[in-house]
């Protein structure tokens, strides 16, 4: 019988809806969710071969010949609507018990969901959503064996579920084809193959129906669970990561650093390029190379220096191996221009480097493409990356560093590594069936059971074989909960007697925001700020970083000014600052934010107006939102966005002279620095680092993204006008300051920072006074009293805690003035500043008489007790 008049086709809901057309979802196996009309009557009709298509001669109006499961009315239970509240809204149909065997079956070819009014006339035809009903059916794969393994003879298992048959491609001198075997239970394929077995390159031959093909196909892909690859990620290698050739010397006795708790930890964030991209000290062959890490270079001089100060961690950014670097140092073309020639303020620069952008060296690496394989382009020999990798951590170690990834499970580059395997199962698609690429690419699903367990299966992959010390997960908010917290149970259950790696000391954390098709929990409960609340998981705290820097990330104008870009009596003049009522009203409202990172943004702390932390206001948001301070990230300047030095170049007046520049980056890095919670840096903001005010370097090469350990080279302001694919709106504010060569500091000013920071870094380690622990030490020992516009006073009691001081005091001058500040019992000092580089610094004095502390103008001073406690009641 012909389609209804104004029918929808499977057709149009395959043009309409992007890659699969599915607007049916069949979330587990007795229940199918879709927006159809509850009076007409429904089925899943599929077929092995594929072909359902619309065809009016056909008696159903279906062609292809297609079996039925029958779909009676339903109605969703309590468990559906909390698992799927995204379709709560929809019809709910229930598999007629008589077709419930048939699930499995249909689930290997095509599914296409159907509806006919009662004259047997079909109204509507759209393809379904299979991962609720996979779940359902191949619970037991959540513990089946994935992945290479077996010992001297190898077995090799995959989960493809639907597929019809999977085979095992080996390469070497010659191809060879091995079939596999099919669980009925779980859904895994798996084959037992010979020692000759390893080394060679595989693949998995999957055949499968599918929906972006509308066919059965055969697709070639690569193991998911593999160890190593061919370089950029064709094939896996098989191969025993725990042999010789893949550990460096002294592997098994690797001794790390001391683990400490969040709250104790101070992060310092940095690529695996830009470490040694530009130093000379280190052999050209090994520049941008995991292997630089083991010399003795400038950089690594530095890292041993950066962790003697109180440096506690590098965090790496992503090292899995990514999609968009060519793997072979023969594959690669870099810029061929002399940058360095070139006016400060030009645009020939950006132009040249993104001529050979997509085949250059450089990238931030957030384009997944094999989650637990170490990226090879970093590697001298893409072959030898696992060994390269370990050697890296090891070095770290030794410099007294802990090693964190960055992960990204987030999203892939393309469909392309895990879709083929289980079409439309990995990545999370929106009602219609369309991927969903809120986070920029196609997102996963980690809300479906096996891309759940990829994640874990990953991490605790990373933790034992490469004996990796923290993990931060980009984009974490799409992330569930659980999924998060099913990693922290994994670790924790790690130990070094069984694993090699106590799991407990390994720090969790990552971006909480909330947007996209998740957002508001539309899914699922979020692994957001607030979701993460109580979990001991932390979340970067966005709070200080816009209080500190003045207005947000996407300001038209980037010179709306905060507490350390001199909102507190330095105007630059800008509109976008408001009148000289409204810029006081915000530099209040910042100092408040700034209070609450100081605590570890806690939710129930009480600030001195009695207002809660959580009910003061941040973009709509609590500004106060963790159930202790180590759930805080605390930070102003990270890989994203500009630098704190170039978000200054834009803030400040131009005419600030290089000095005050200097002060105001420390004063910057101090809210952070003594701040309770997680400390986190970008590498080079101790040195001035500038990106040349690009606020998205991830692929502007090299030249933007130098980290220069010599002062000598500079500190990269004035390399050209920034990239202008995301700068160009900006370049009208940039080119006078590129121009400018006031803004380009020399050895004295770079050198004054890095001491400065380390003296931070050396007072933050002095004294448990910045380490409290839990939110209620916080509450009862540190307090804000009363201060001048522009300055913010905290006091620690550190009675009883310390053994040396009764409390300690940190003012925080803002102002081009010097401040006199109140304090209610004798103070000095603290040492580490009475014997500070900076002069300006040392004048910070306590005055017994009148019990008040002066500070410098743009000074951050710390003062610490050695008689009766501020908060003793005797005192």
Partial sequence: ??????????????????????????????????????????????????????????????????????????????????????????????????????????????????????????????????????????????????????????????????????ELALYGSHRSVHPMRRDDATG???????????????????????????????????????????????????????????????????????????????????????????????????????????????????????????????????????????????????????????????ELQQECVARTAATDSYNWGYDPLHYT??????????????????GMVAALNRAGLRVVMDVVYNHTHSTGVLDPIVPGYYHRLLEDGAVATSTCCPGTAPE????????????????????????????????????????RHALDALTPARDGVDGRSILLYGEGWDFGEVAGGARFEQATQAGMAGTGIGTFSDRMRDAVRGGGAFDSDPRVQGFGSGLAGAPNGSPANGTPEQQRARLAHYSDLIRVGLTGSLADYVLP????????????????????????????????NETLFDALAYKLPQDTPMADRVRMQLLSLATVLLAQGTVFVLAGSERLRSKSLDRNSYDSGDWFNRLLWDC??????????????????????????????????GCEAIEACRAGFGELLRIRSSSPAFAL????????RLTFPGSAEGVIAMQVDTAGLDPRWTSVTVVFNATPYPQVQGVPAAVAPHPVQAASRDPVVRESAYDPGARTVSVPARTVAVFVGTGVSACDPAG
Avoid at 131 to 149: E, F, I, N, R, S
Avoid at 467 to 479: I, N
């Fill in 188 to 346: 895994v394929w798996s084959v037992r193959g010979l020692p000759t077995w390893y080394g060679r390159a595989y693949a998995y031959l999957v055949t499968v129906y599918s929906p972006a093909a509308g066919a059965v196909v055969t697709n070639e892909v690569a193991d998911p669970y593999g160890v190593l690859v061919t370089p950029d990620g064709g094939r896996g290698v098989l191969v025993d990561p725990g042999a010789a050739a893949h550990r460096p010397p002294g592997w098994d006795r690797l001794a790390k650093p001391a683990p400490v708790p969040p709250e104790r930890a101070v992060v310092y964030e940095l690529h695996v390029r830009d470490f040694s991209a530009s130093d000379a000290s280190v052999p050209q062959e090994l520049r941008g190379t995991y292997a630089a890490f083991g010399l003795d270079s400038r950089g690594t001089r530095e890292l041993r220096a950066l962790a003697a100060d109180g440096v506690t961690h590098v965090h790496l950014l992503p090292v899995f191996d990514f999609a968009t670097v060519p793997e072979r140092g023969a594959d690669r073309v870099e810029p061929e221009r002399d940058f360095a020639a070139l006016p400060p303020d030009s």
């Fill in 773 to 780: 622990g839990s939110a209620e030490e916080v509450r009862r």
């Fill in 373 to 390: 394989v170490p990226e090879g382009s970093y590697a001298t020999d893409p072959d030898r990356r696992i060994r390269e990798f370990r």
């Fill in 448 to 487: 479906h059971l096996m891309t759940g367990r990829l994640v874990v299966d990953s991490v605790v992959a990373w933790a034992r074989r490469y004996k990796v010390d923290g993990f931060r997960f980009d984009l974490m908010g799409h992330h569930p909960k659980a999924n998060i917290l099913a990693v």
């Fill in 1 to 166: 019988m012909p389609l209804a008049e104004g029918a929808k086709s499977l057709s149009d809901h395959i043009e309409g809806a992007g890659l699969s057309g599915a607007a049916a979802h069949w979330i587990d196996r007795a229940t199918v969710a879709w927006r159809a009309d509850p009076s007409l009557r429904h089925g899943l009709a599929f077929s092995a071969t594929g072909g359902i298509a619309p065809d009016p001669a056909s008696p159903d109006g279906l062609g292809g010949a297609p079996r039925l499961i029958r779909l009676e009315p339903g109605a969703f239970g309590e468990e559906h609507k909390r698992r799927w509240p995204h379709l709560a809204g929809y019809t709910a149909l229930t598999v007629d018990p008589r077709d419930a065997g048939l699930a499995a079956r249909a689930l290997r070819g095509q599914v296409v969901a159907a509806a006919w009014d009662c004259g047997g006339t079909l109204r509507e035809a759209t393809g379904v959503q299979i991962p609720g009903v996979l779940d359902d059916l191949y619970a037991a794969a959540a513990t089946a064996p994935l992945g290479p393994g077996g010992g001297m003879f190898p077995r090799l298992s995959v989960w493809a579920p639907t597929a019809q048959r999977v």
């Fill in 712 to 745: 000598a080279q500079g500190n990269g302001f004035g390399a050209g006008l920034p990239p202008r694919a995301d700068n160009e709106a900006r370049w009208p504010y940039a080119r006078p300051l590129l121009a400018d060569p006031a803004l380009r500091p």
């Fill in 609 to 640: 107006s009695g207002v809660k932390a959580r009910d003061l206001d941040y973009n709509g948001a609590p500004a106060g939102y963790t159930t202790a301070p180590g759930e805080a990230v605390t930070y102003v300047d990270a890989h994203d």
